[in-house]
C-alpha cells in the first residue's frame, strides 16, 4: 500500500490519564492521540501517510541509520511523556496498522496479554545502572630494567597475568555483590550482556536494569548513590539513568 494513511501505534498507557500530549512524534506523523480500548486502557497513536510509512518506504529508510535513531529517539520520547501514568506498555518502533479499525481489533485481541504486562508493572519505574572498571586503583607497571634477564622478564609476565586473573576475578565478584543488593531493593532485575563502555571509558563490567516502585524511587536513588560513592575509590564508576517505562521487563 502507498497510498492512504495508517496508524503508528507508540504503545498503551494504563491508568486515568487521557488527555493526548503535546509535543512531537515521529517526523511525518500526525499528533499524538489516544484512542480508548477499555475503561482503563487506551492506545497512544497517530496518523503516520503509508507513502512514508508503507512496507515498501519504510524498508529503505530502515537502511538510514540516522533516520532510524532518530525515529527510536521520538518513539520513546511520547512513552516517557506519559510517565506518571498507572503504567506504560511499549509497542515497538514502526508497530504500523493501516487502519485504525485494525490497530484497535488487534489490541483488543491482546487484552488479556497486555493487562497481565500491566499489573507487572504498574505504578513502577525502570532504572539502568551500569558499573565500569576505570583503572584507578589496578597494580602499577613496573619499568622494565636493562639489567633484566629473560626469565625474570617472563616471571614479571608471568606475575602480571596472575594479578591481572586476581583482579578480574574480585571484580566480578564485586559486580555480582553489587547487582544482588541492588535487586533486594527492587521488584525485578535483569543483567544485559556487558558490551563496549560508551562515553565513561573503562572496561564495562555491568549493564542492569531494575524495576523499582516509585514509592521507592528516592531509596533507591539514594543506595546507587552510596555504592558509586564506595566503589569509585576502588577504582569503579557507577552510573544510573533514568526512570524509564518499563522497557525492560514488556515481552
Known amino acids: 500500500m502507498s497510498g492512504g494513511t495508517g496508524l503508528y501505534v507508540y504503545g498503551v498507557i494504563a491508568g486515568s490519564r487521557r488527555r493526548a500530549k503535546s509535543g512531537r512524534g515521529l517526523p511525518g506523523t500526525g499528533p ?8 482503563n486502557l487506551a492506545a497512544a497513536v497517530a496518523d503516520a501517510p503509508l507513502k512514508l510509512f508503507g512496507e515498501g518506504s519504510l524498508a529503505r529508510k530502515l537502511s538510514d541509520l540516522e533516520w532510524v535513531s532518530r ?39 491482546e487484552r488479556s ?16 545502572v551500569r558499573v565500569a ?3 584507578a586503583g589496578a597494580h602499577p607497571r613496573k619499568a622494565v630494567r636493562r639489567s633484566e634477564t629473560g626469565t625474570q622478564f617472563l ?33 525485578i532485575a535483569r543483567r ?26 528516592k531509596s533507591f536513588e539514594s543506595a546507587v548513590a552510596r555504592e558509586a560513592r564506595a566503589l569509585g575509590r576502588s577504582g569503579y564508576a557507577v552510573r544510573m539513568n533514568g526512570p524509564w517505562p518499563a522497557y525492560s521487563f514488556v515481552e
Open 133 to 135: 572498571l576505570t583503572g
Open 155 to 187: 616471571a614479571r609476565k608471568r606475575a602480571d597475568r596472575n594479578l591481572t586473573a586476581e583482579l578480574s576475578e574480585r571484580a566480578a565478584e564485586t559486580v555480582d555483590a553489587l547487582f544482588d543488593r541492588l535487586t533486594s531493593r527492587a521488584s
Open 71 to 109: 525515529a527510536a529517539v521520538a518513539h520513546e520520547s511520547v512513552l516517557e511523556s506519559f510517565a506518571d501514568a498507572t503504567a506504560v506498555v511499549p509497542m515497538k518502533v514502526f508497530t504500523l496498522f493501516s487502519s485504525e479499525e485494525r490497530a484497535i481489533v488487534h489490541l483488543r485481541a
Open 113 to 128: 496479554r497486555i493487562a497481565a504486562t500491566v499489573k507487572r508493572v504498574a505504578n513502577q519505574q525502570e532504572w539502568g
Open 192 to 217: 544485559r550482556p556487558a558490551g563496549d563502555p560508551s562515553g565513561g571509558g573503562g572496561r564495562l563490567l555491568l549493564d542492569a536494569a531494575f524495576l523499582v516502585p516509585r514509592s521507592k524511587a
Open 32 to 39: 499524538v492521540r489516544l484512542i480508548e480500548l477499555d475503561e
